[in-house]
Structure formats: C-alpha cells, structure tokens
C-alpha cells in the first residue's frame, strides 16, 4: 500500500486544486481516530476525510459519509471552535515527508488569523494536529513531558516535525548516486526486487511497491526486460536523475490493482500492469481505503456475533450433557420399583445385618434369581422402603429432566440457526438484525443510538426475480418471521430439510409456479444455509398455509405439512438480485 511520500505530494496538489476557497461547514469526529470535514466549495459539497489510524491513515475526498460518534470527542469540540466557518487558504506537503498541511483563513468576531491543520501520515505514529503560530491548540493524539521527552503534543508547547528517517531524498542526486555506488561495489548482477528494495531502504518517499515499480519503468527506460540483470555502470548516473524526475514530472495515471477475488490490494499514481484507471488519485485512494474499512468492520461485527453465539452454544452443549447424565442415572427407576416389592414380599427370609438377598424375579419372563445389595444398618422393612424412595426420586427426575432436555435441544437448534445466519451474511446490514436477535436472547449488548425521532428502517429482504416471479428470502430468524406474515397464504414456501436455512418465499399471484423456478428458489435455499457446502442439499416447500407458528416458539421455527421435497446443488443467483 503506497501511502509514501510520493503519493501524498500528489494528492495533496489535488486536494490543493479542489479545496481552496472552500470554507468549512461542518465538523465531526466518527471514532477516536477518524474526523470528517463538510467543505462547501462554492461549486459543490465535499467531505474531507482526515484518518490517523495506524492501518489506513490519510487524508482524502470521500464519496462516503459515516455516521458521527454520538458525543463529540474534545478534539472534534475543538476544531469546530477554531475552524468552524474557516476558509482553506492551501495544502501542502511538508518537504518531501508523509505530512499534509492545509492552512486555514479565520475570522472571528474581533480577530482574524491563520491556522493550520498537520496531518501526519506515519503508520501506528499517525496524528492530527491544529497549530496557531508554531503554537500547538491541540492534537488528537496528545502526549506529556512525563511520556516522551523526545517530542511534546499538547496545548500550549511549539510545534515540532517529527525527526527525519536515516535515509536521503530523492532530490539530492549526488547523495543518491553516492548510495548507489556503495551498492553496486559488491554486485556483479542484480534483479529489480534488490534495487526496488535499496530505493526503499535508502530514499525518502517510497514505499515498497512503489519503489519496485519505479525500478521496474526504469529499466524499461533502459531496455531491459527481464527480472534479472547484470549491473550496469551507466545506472549510478541514470538512476537518480530519472528518480528525481520520477517524483516532479512523470505522468500522473490512477490506477486500483484487484486480487482475484475482486478485492483492491493497492493503488498508484501512475499505471501498473492490470490495474484499472480512476479518474483521480483521490478516488482510487477512497475506493481502495473504503472496501477496506468495510471488509474490516464486516469481519469484525462476524467475530463479535459468534462469539456471543459460540459462547452460548457451548453452554447450551454442556447443559445437555449434564441433562443426558442425569437422565441415565434415572433410567434404573423401574428396576428400583421391582426390588422395592420383591423385598416387601420377602420381608419374612430377611434379616437385619445382611449385606444382600437373592430372590426369585416374577417380573422377569423366565423367573430368574435378582442379586438386591442391602444396607446392613437398617431393618428389611426399611431396606424395601429404601428402594421404593429411590424409586420415586428417579421417576420425578425423569418426569423434570425430559421436558427440560427438549427444551435444551431446542435452544441448542436456535443457537445453531443463528450461527447459520451470520456464517452466511455478506454485508453489514444482514448482521443488523442478528444483533437485535442475539441482544432480545441477553446474549449481547446493543450500542447506544442516536435519537433524532426517526423511526429506523426495516433492513429489506433479499429479492430476485427470476422467469417473471418475485423470491424473497430472509437473512435472519427475525426476517424470516416477518416474511411469512407478510406473504400471501397460498405463496410457496421453501426451507432446507435437516439443515438451518433462510425462509424462501415465491410470491405466486394465483399462478401456477413451474418446475424450474422452483429448481432455481431451491438453490437459493439451500445456499443461503449451514448445508452450502454440499452438492444435492434436499430442500421442503409447500404452500405458505401449511405452515404454523408455535406459540412461544423461538425466532424462525415453524412447523410445516403437505410438503413436497427437492434435491438442489447451492448458488447464490446474485445476478437476480434486484
């Protein structure tokens, strides 16, 4: 990810050339390390991103607004004090160093000054700080004389860089050609990852792939083609001016590089081979950090929901272990009942102090000799009584743990229906509803919302159409509920059999429904459930009034009759998605 020097001096003439004369209309701040800018340009709004964030740190127009935290932070308070209403003068890069500065014009009531905002983009050394005169007003990252000594953050202290890198810059070619023949000394033949990598190690500004890939344009300069070459003299006096003129003058082409699951892994200022153009450096670079974020909040809303689901199904496992436990000790009831009675009538042949009696077993079929183990402590007529208490005790356990063993059994399936549902989302919004889900159970606790009076909208269902008929299927337990009360009672109806799966609704509209729409909902059904993996998942369907709700009965389960059954391979039918 080239978030170098080289690439921020690009972007900032950019942002230079679309900001200024724009003047702040709003600031807020959406976690502790990211704020947003509405920069009203005269033309146009725009929202300027500043991150500090160690993985995806910039400074960028987004096409994306997100939601801001619901108390500003005081950092935020403190920009909207001092350039709420501001007007940008410039932006900057600082030297040739990952730092943005854009400078602010602003009047107050009985004064007007200049302030600027320092955006440094440094990794996990990330921050953004607002100066007046040198003068630090605050930072969002702040430190004190008790934590670093080396460089102070806080109000009131004078403003200095961060110290420079042991490395020199690409604009001082006698130094970089210095470097150069120190490193060619040793080497009779090189390869552009070891050149690529003496640029990075040796030369502000570049990052990995960005100095690999300026090696690369260097070479073709050269006529070599290959990976592998010998070193050539002539390359400690073409390098570095062909650097220094890599950096001011090469042609700028915004390009995104996808993986081969269609995921942007790195962005340029100049085209690679296989990247795809974007008009500007800027939006190459939101796309890029956007279906990052995205990917990471999604992965990380997944952990959370199974995490508390997993938690509680492992708690659910071991109370049905223990239930079946106990329910085995109780199964020796009737056989308790039988020597109960057989010693009630042998009371006569028994005698205190005898350890154990055999008797004759009428109940059994061919009256065969039982062995009754005896308390030698207490009297026949007690050692019977014994029996017949622990008799009764296993039978009532019997009659409280089956109804609670079912009742486990069926938490446990509840449980695993929602690991199915968050094991098959794709974006944010299938989790949404599965939190509520996981938050009404008291297995998870909601975050706080913003109250603006509105009411929050109903995630929709996923739809296609397909062969003229509209699908819906749900993508939780609480959709699935709220799609059979909405669908029409002769609607057909599709669940997966023996696996958890979405709710599968075919709207019918009085017609007959043909085989191979059928064929296609099924495989929907079967790929939106814990069975996807499979190759011929047998799914039920039947018309939507055969199906009943019990009573008290959890999320999603229903009951169903007068069904047929098909045998479906999953797909996810996405090009039917409306």
């Not at 320092?118 to 050394?125: N, P, S, V």
């Not at 269609?262 to 190459?284: C, H, N, T, W």
């Amino acid at each position: 990810m080239p978030q170098d020097a080289y690439h921020i001096r690009r972007l900032a003439k950019e942002l230079n050339t679309i900001l200024v004369g724009g003047k702040v209309n709003r600031i807020s701040q959406v976690d502790k390390d990211e704020l947003t800018f509405i920069i009203y340009t005269g033309k146009s709004t725009l929202k300027l991103i500043f991150s500090a964030n160690a993985s995806n740190a910039r400074v960028c127009v987004s096409e994306t607004e997100k939601p801001p935290a619901l108390k500003a932070p005081n950092f935020c308070m403190l920009l909207r004090k001092h350039l709420q209403g501001a007007q940008i003068t410039s932006v900057v890069q600082h030297e040739f160093e990952r730092i943005i500065e854009i400078t602010f014009y602003c009047v107050g009531d009985f004064s007007q000054c200049e302030r600027v905002l320092h955006c440094e983009l440094m990794g996990k050394y990330s921050n953004i700080i607002l100066t007046e005169k040198n003068i630090i007003l605050g930072a969002l990252k702040t430190t004190s004389l008790e934590t670093d000594l080396r460089r102070v953050l806080f109000a009131g202290a004078n403003y200095e860089y961060p110290a420079p890198q042991d490395k020199i810059s690409p604009f001082n070619t006698k130094g970089v050609q210095d470097r150069l023949s120190a490193f060619f000394q040793t080497r009779e033949n090189s390869d552009k990852q070891a050149l690529g990598q003496f640029i990075f190690e040796n030369l502000s500004g570049f990052a990995p792939s960005t100095a690999r890939e300026a090696v690369g344009i260097f070479l073709e300069t050269q006529g070599i083609f290959t990976d592998e070459f010998a070193i050539k003299n002539s390359f400690i006096s073409t390098l570095p001016p062909f650097l220094l003129d890599f950096c001011e003058n090469y042609p700028s082409c915004p390009c995104l590089v996808f993986d081969e699951t269609e995921k942007p892994i790195d962005y340029f200022d100049f085209y690679v081979k296989g990247g795809r153009r974007k008009p500007s450096l800027m939006q190459a670079e939101d796309e890029f950090y956007t279906v990052k974020e995205n990917k990471n909040s999604f992965e990380g809303k997944k952990r959370k929901l199974e995490s508390a689901a997993r938690a509680q199904k492992k708690k659910l496992e071991k109370h049905v272990k223990e239930t079946l436990e106990k329910l085995k000790e109780a199964e020796g009831a009737e056989e308790n009942k039988i020597k109960g009675e057989l010693l009630t009538a042998n009371l006569y042949r028994l005698e205190k102090g005898m350890r154990y009696i055999e008797l004759e077993n009428w109940y059994s079929e061919n009256n065969e000799t039982i062995k009754i183990p005896l308390d030698d402590q207490l009297t026949p007529a007690k050692n019977a009584q014994k029996y017949f208490k622990l008799y009764a005790k296993q039978k009532r356990a019997k009659e409280i743990l089956q109804p609670r063993l079912q009742t486990e059994r069926n938490e446990l399936a509840y449980i695993e229906s929602v690991l199915t549902c968050i094991s098959v989302a794709e974006t944010d919004e299938d989790f949404s509803e599965i939190q509520t889900e996981l938050a009404l159970a008291g297995l998870l606790k909601l975050p706080p919302e913003k109250k603006d009076g509105r009411k929050k909208a109903e995630i929709p269902f996923r739809s296609f159409v397909y062969d003229g008929f509209q699908i819906y299927a749900g993508r939780n337990n609480l959709q699935n509920d709220r799609l059979l009360k909405v669908s029409d009672p002769n609607d057909l109806w599709l669940h997966t059999q023996k696996y958890h799966s979405s709710h599968v609704i075919i709207q019918t509209q009085g017609k007959t429904v043909p085989d191979s729409v059928i064929k296609f909902a099924s495989e929907i059904c079967a790929y939106y459930s814990n069975g996807r993996s499979g190759d011929k998942i047998p799914v039920d369907y039947c018309l939507k009034k055969f199906i009943k709700k019990p009573n008290k009965s959890k999320a999603g389960f229903v009951v169903y009759t007068d069904y047929k059954t098909a045998l479906a391979t999953p797909h996810a039918h996405k090009e039917y998605l409306v």
